[in-house]
Nanobody, 118 residues
Framework: QVQLAESGGGLVETGGSLRLSCAAS????????MDWYRQGPGKQREFLAH???????NYADSVKGRFTISRDNAKNTVYLQMSSLKPEDTAVYYC????????????WGQGTQVTVSS
């Protein structure tokens, strides 16, 4: 199994920046890619960014140019650097891991709250 733990959320002013972290543990060898999602109040969960084990990335149009996903394999951690934050970025942010141990069902973290004040 894979365990994920997000951290780095908090309260930030409009235009500010935050870096979220997602630390993976357990069967890390089985992870093929990782993603960041968010769920705002009263909204559905939204895909934000994706990174493969080889480092290839892609982003949702809503965050392209503002958010950057990266990984530190030595620390088994994936990051989401967020800049130019807006009140509409307020949400619970989740990371997810795709693993060949459980095809079709990603592992998820518990989420971290990001609140952007206007």
């Amino acid at each position: 199994q894979v365990q994920l733990a997000e951290s780095g959320g908090g309260l930030v002013e409009t235009g500010g920046s935050l870096r979220l972290s997602c630390a993976a543990s357990g069967s890390i060898f089985s992870i093929t890619s990782m993603d960041w999602y968010r769920q705002g109040p009263g909204k559905q969960r939204e895909f934000l960014a994706h990174i493969t084990s080889g480092g290839n990335t892609n982003y949702a149009d809503s965050v392209k140019g503002r958010f950057t996903i990266s990984r530190d394999n030595a620390k088994n951690t994936v990051y989401l650097q967020m800049s130019s934050l807006k009140p509409e970025d307020t949400a619970v942010y989740y990371c997810a891991a795709t693993s060949f141990l459980r095809p079709g069902s990603d592992f998820w973290g518990q989420g971290t709250q990001v609140t952007v004040s206007s």
